[in-house]
């Protein structure tokens, strides 16, 4: 940890590309989401950074999209065996398959609500593809099975995987940079938030930011 910043937006980095300016340092590649603000920031202070896009956050704003989607298709279903077997898997289509309990049947239940939905089952199913691109042994690899998804998901009947392949292939270049950068990533960064946040918890939340500063660099 070198800096902690107040807020989300890009403001909240002023003082690090101070920082990092004096310092003389140079820095190589970032990774971060696909926030505007955070890809805007980075290019105006470092434009010849290569920036990677971080799967975890990908794959999470696709869950978003799935989420929603489920909501919008169970709205639509008609009263009947359908509408509570999509109520009833929300957190199952958001988990990894391998992390599905057979001991809960969830596999079972999920299994049975995409079998009774169509629209869901293409987009659960992309979403499994679209994770399996980061696990491709090599960049050309992982290049075919981004274009054959992009490919995939423009083609599809359903909006949300339409309006998704153009925000992947708009952001392709940073997504594949994560094989020339031996997989980097902002999954350290993310466990080092879950200890800051638990820190917050624990103190009952800090008034003073500077000393909730400090004890996050001790």
């Known amino acids: 940890m070198i800096f902690v910043g107040k807020g989300k937006g890009a403001d909240a980095l002023i003082p690090f590309w101070k920082r990092l300016k004096r310092s003389g340092a140079s820095i190589e590649a970032v990774a971060t989401d696909m926030g505007p603000a955070y890809i805007s920031a980075v290019q105006s202070h470092i434009p010849e950074i290569t920036l990677v896009f971080d799967h975890f956050h990908i794959i999470k704003l696709f869950n978003e999209k799935l989420t929603k989607l489920r909501r919008d298709l169970q709205r639509e279903a008609e009263n009947g065996l359908g509408k509570p077997i999509l109520k009833g898997i929300r957190w199952l289509l958001l988990k990894h398959p391998d992390n599905l309990d057979d001991a809960r049947n969830e596999r079972q239940r999920l299994e049975q609500a995409l079998k009774l939905n169509e629209p869901l089952a293409t987009a659960y199913y992309m979403k499994e593809e679209l994770r399996n691109i980061w696990h491709q042994p090599d960049k050309t690899a992982a290049q075919n099975a981004l274009d ?37 990533s902002t999954g350290p960064l993310e466990g080092i938030n879950n200890k800051i946040k638990t820190l917050h918890k624990m103190a009952y939340g800090f008034r003073d930011v500077e000393f909730f500063k400090l004890k996050i660099m001790a």
């Not at 998901?153 to 708009?170: E, G, H, P, V």
């Open 148 to 184: 054959e998804w992009v490919k995939k998901a423009a083609a599809s009947d359903i909006n949300m995987l339409k309006q998704f392949s153009k925000t992947i292939a708009a952001h392709r270049s940073g997504i594949l940079a994560y094989f020339d950068l031996n997989g980097l």
